[in-house]
């Protein structure tokens, strides 16, 4: 009876993780490595290769100064045609890139323009990912559906998509390992 309810109870637990759980736990075990962000620039990359990187391509006329203080400027193109902004700037640990936060926003948003709405924005940005990253986005819900993120787990890293507000869509790219260290020791 005991090794019936400790199977059942194993098996109830398994049963429970949730789809995004399961990816994320399978790809970490896989031991594969996924580095690869954007425009030559990794996860673990120390901040002097990511400052030289972007040194290089804002003067090529690739990258330019965001809007604020710490923010980098890219002007993707959208696999839709609506030109659209691509800001970003990382978060380091020991000296290695391990988040890459990234916001986007269609040029002339207008809450009028339904073709420029945050929800088609959200696509295009998922759209523009597949691309670079490969296919594999999945959507990731609350009960109600009142807050949608798509994600893809390639081994270490983890990207999300999400809307931050109504003109706004926020990517984040983490390399899971690290977060993880962070977690389990924070200081």
């Known amino acids: 009876m005991r090794l019936t309810s400790l199977l059942f109870i194993v098996l109830l637990f398994a049963s429970c993780q949730s ?3 399961k990816v994320e736990k399978e790809e970490l075990a896989s031991g594969k490595v996924s580095n690869e962000l954007f425009l030559g620039l990794e996860l673990g990359m120390t901040k002097k290769d990511f400052y030289t ?3 290089d391509l804002n003067k090529e006329g690739i990258l330019n100064n965001g809007p604020t203080e710490l923010s980098v400027e890219y002007k993707a193109e959208m696999p839709s045609g609506n030109p659209a902004y ?3 700037y990382p978060k380091f640990e020991n000296d290695g890139l391990y988040f890459m936060p990234m916001e986007f926003s269609y040029e002339g948003w207008s809450p009028l323009n339904d073709e420029l709405a945050v929800e088609k924005l959200r696509e295009d940005v998922v759209v523009l990912f597949e691309s670079w990253y490969g ?5 990731v819900s609350n009960e109600d559906k009142s807050l949608i993120a798509f ?3 390639d081994g270490n890293r983890r990207i999300r998509v999400f809307k931050k507000s109504i003109s706004v869509v ?5 390399d899971l390992r690290i977060q993880k260290q962070i977690e389990e020791n924070p200081s």
């Open 19 to 21: 789809h995004y759980e």
């Open 53 to 55: 990187t972007c040194w």
């Open 86 to 88: 691509m800001r970003f």
């Open 135 to 139: 296919p594999g986005f999945f959507e």
């Open 151 to 153: 994600v893809k787990v």
């Open 170 to 174: 926020r990517a984040e790219i983490v």
